[in-house]
């Protein structure tokens, strides 16, 4: 789509989503929150099982999900100042020693810590290029964290401020109803790991980054890969030079998406539900599938629809519409362009006339791109400010602690990942690295 041509004046964007929440709660600020309680510091859910509010407070959590302890008083009551000004003390005191990596989706008041910024696997990949640092501080969710404990040095220290900031579509896979989909899969396609005629076996599972360690494990020793939304086509590919279909999870949507565009039917794409026989497929169909969709979605992503669209069409006629492949299908087909969060940044970056964006992720990032770049006018597709529930998780007042307790000697919430696990994990994430267009 041609850019658009406007007069937009350059206007100054606070990029602090939490200012905006803070201000439509109070009633000080026009618009719309999907729930008041994100005014609220996140320890106020800590002990509660669920993922508080934001766009996963609907979703089920699992049991034995991990909870946070309770966050010392001093950090709960800090003003924003105090904890700005005692995260940068610590990181200073503690220098090279100390990391912190800041996802795209974080809060404003984490990311002007970050020494890093990026998506899952950039964040991992920054990781082992600080092979001194005694501690990683993974500002993200618990399965970023996990992946850069399986790429970091073993004596390296990956710390989550918060250990309740897990993944809803992560958790949509669990280790035990993957390993029950596998067998039930080779009770119709026989031995699992014996190639046909072609070359090809039966299966060749590929997971999401945003997924256990145990699901990379499970991959890993099953044949499989692991895919970012960046790679995923070309993981695809490299899928189906070596089996006849693909177990595709936890995100049912980039794994539809992907293999659409890459020209798979979609009668040929059923979709595995965990909590019903046979996923709740047939064999026939299982027979005919190309790929197997695992009941799973994001939350966030989930939240963006064709009426919204629709809507940013007609109040802004031209205006760009860029969203995310985790993103369900009709929305991605009628956006104009879908890609990964690098993707997104990329293309608002390379755009030099002044442009109206309508953007399918994250608030978060969205919002920091429209204080980046005031020259456009760039506008989340969702009118109700409803960030990621569990990437809210990590307040300052968490990343205070932590890095004072590292300060102090002490290192709090610690990640590790199982041996038996990581070996097999790190098998899959080194296919991804290797598999080539
Ligand atoms: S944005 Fe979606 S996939 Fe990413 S951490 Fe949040 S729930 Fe998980």
């Known amino acids: 789509m041609a850019a658009t041509l406007l007069t937009l004046q350059p206007r100054p964007v606070d990029p602090s989503v939490d200012h905006g929440i803070q201000a439509i709660v109070a009633g000080a600020a026009p618009g719309e929150t999907c729930n008041t309680d994100l005014a609220a510091g996140p320890w106020e859910f800590d002990a509660r099982p669920g993922y508080g509010p934001g766009s996963s407070m609907g979703d089920v959590i699992p049991t034995g999900a991990p909870r946070q302890g309770e966050l010392p008083a001093e950090y709960r009551e800090a003003s924003e100042e105090e904890l700005d000004r005692r995260i940068r003390a610590a990181k200073q005191t503690l ?30 990949g920054f990781a082992q290029q600080h092979p001194d640092a005694e501690a990683i501080v993974f500002c993200g969710v618990h399965f970023m964290a996990e992946t850069a404990d399986l790429l970091s040095r073993p004596d390296q220290a990956v710390i989550l401020p918060n ?34 005629a ?27 890969i692991v895919c970012t939304s960046s790679n995923a086509r070309t993981v695809l590919e490299w899928a189906f030079a070596r089996g006849r279909r693909v177990l595709f999870f936890p995100d049912q949507h980039l794994g539809r998406n992907t293999a659409k565009a890459m020209g798979v039917p979609l009668a040929q ?20 599938a190309r790929v197997i969709l695992w009941h799973g979605f994001c939350s966030v992503h989930r939240r963006f629809t064709t009426a919204q669209i629709d809507k940013a069409r007609a109040d802004h ?30 293309a608002i970056a390379a755009t030099t006339e002044p442009t109206v964006f309508a953007v399918g992720t994250e608030v978060n990032l969205v919002q920091r791109l429209a204080a980046q770049h005031p020259q456009h006018e760039i506008f989340c597709l969702d009118p109700v400010v409803c960030p990621c529930s569990t990437m809210y998780r990590i307040h300052p007042g968490y990343l205070a602690w932590v890095l004072e307790g590292l300060v102090a000697g002490t290192v709090l919430n610690r990640v590790t990942v199982p041996a038996d696990v990581a070996d097999p994990a790190r098998v899959a994430l080194e296919r991804m690295l290797a598999a080539r267009p």
């Not at 900031?165 to 014996?194: N, P």
């Not at 794409?269 to 005919?288: C, F, I, V, Y």
């Not at 031209?318 to 993103?327: A, Q």
């Open 269 to 288: 794409m059923p979709m595995w539900n965990p909590r019903k026989p046979l996923g709740g497929s047939d064999e026939a169909t299982l027979d005919d």
């Open 163 to 196: 250990l309740a900031a897990g993944c809803s579509m992560a958790d949509m896979a669990s280790i035990d109803e993957v390993e029950e989909c596998w067998e039930q899969l080779a009770e119709i396609y026989g031995d699992m790991d014996e190639a046909d």
């Open 317 to 346: 006629p031209g205006v760009r519409v860029i969203v995310h492949p985790e993103c369900p299908m009709d929305v991605v087909d009628a956006a104009d362009e879908a890609g990964s969060t690098d993707y997104i940044r990329t």
């Open 198 to 224: 072609d070359g090809l076996v039966p299966v060749i599972p590929v997971t999401y980054m945003n997924s256990s360690a145990a699901i990379k494990g499970f991959v890993g020793r099953h044949g499989g």
């Open 95 to 124: 220098g090279d020693r100390v990391v912190v990596m800041g996802h795209h989706y974080q809060r404003e008041e984490i990311i002007v810590h970050a020494d890093h910024t990026g998506d899952s696997f950039q964040l991992a």
